[in-house]
């Protein structure tokens, strides 16, 4: 298990390795997933405005039994707010809704809202309050890291060229068969860490043939596979589930994959079809690069 292995942010504070996303956990169900998740040794939980689930998240946080700072949580600002004040706002119902004194992390959940996702309008000015919103809500308190999900690099080169407080965290769609090594080696570069949703595809690269054969050769599931692969990109894992026996697998992925190995999966054949999920911005095809 690898809940004690932690990335250090740009602010000095650390970050577990591996997360439990909550993306598609109902809200009723949420509080339940959360404390099951801590009881198993996880310290990270991923929400967001976006989900409806932070009234859930939040009670999860404050029954499970472990110390407030002894967890990291994370929740998204909507990415359809892209004014100081709807941003700022938002924030301090986001700690009222989850019943928290502060949150850990806090991100601009997209650049752009979900209805003009990787359009041709990018929200420069925008983002820069919203931003803006963030800075002024860390410097009171509220929040300790700040940062942004599904930027591109010219959007963090806008953030980066007025910023106070420049972005610790890019989230981004990352997993084999999708891997921007470009827009993770530029993250690096400014000091950016990067967090991957969806590591496993949201559960298509468990049907791909190639994925299963090397975690055959690693005696693994595909998904552990899929985790170790983001973890050792040097990437926070976050995979959502309220299963416990694969919040628990997803955990076990204390094996190495050989440097051979990462070479392939990091330029495996693109994912052409997300099933289900091709309804969704993230998942829809449109370059995310």
């Not at 990335?7 to 009723?28: E, H, M």
């Not at 801590?38 to 405005?49: F, H, N, P, S």
């Not at 004040?85 to 806090?106: H, N, P, R, V």
């Not at 959007?155 to 980066?160: G, S």
Request: proline share 4%; charged share 25%; glycine share 6%.
């Amino acid at each position: 298990m690898i809940f004690n292995e932690t990335y250090t942010l740009a602010n000095g504070l650390n970050i577990p390795k591996l997360g439990l996303g909550t993306w598609f956990i109902d809200d009723d169900k949420a509080a339940e997933a959360v404390k099951t998740a801590v009881k198993l040794g996880y310290r990270l939980i991923d929400t967001a405005q976006a989900y409806g689930n932070e009234r859930g998240v939040g009670e999860g946080i404050r029954t499970c039994g472990v110390p407030r700072e002894e967890l990291f949580v994370a929740s998204k600002v909507a990415a359809e707010l892209k004014t100081y004040e709807e941003a700022a706002k938002s924030i301090d119902e986001t700690l009222k809704k989850m019943g928290l004194d502060y949150l850990d992390q806090m991100i601009i959940h997209s650049p752009q809202p979900w209805t003009e996702f990787r359009v041709e309008k990018r929200y420069f000015e925008e983002n820069k309050e919203v931003w803006r919103a963030l800075e002024d809500a860390q410097a009171a308190g509220k929040v300790r890291v700040i940062g942004v999900s599904n930027f591109l690099k010219d959007d963090l080169e806008n953030l980066l060229s007025g910023c106070r407080v420049k972005p610790m965290v890019n989230q981004i769609l990352l997993h084999i068969s999708n891997t921007d090594l470009e827009l993770v080696d530029f993250c690096k570069s400014q000091g950016i860490l990067v967090e991957a949703y969806s590591p496993i595809a949201h559960g298509e690269a468990l049907k791909n043939p190639a994925i299963a054969e090397m975690a055959a050769k690693y005696h693994v599931s595909a998904a552990q596979l899929c985790i170790r692969y983001v973890i050792q990109l040097g990437t926070v894992a976050l995979p959502k589930t309220a299963n416990p026996e694969h919040m628990a697998s997803n955990a076990d992925v204390d094996f190495v994959i050989s440097d051979t190995d990462m070479e392939i999966l990091k330029h495996m054949e693109h994912i052409a079809d997300y099933g289900d999920f091709n309804m969704f911005p993230v998942f829809s095809g449109k370059p995310l690069a």
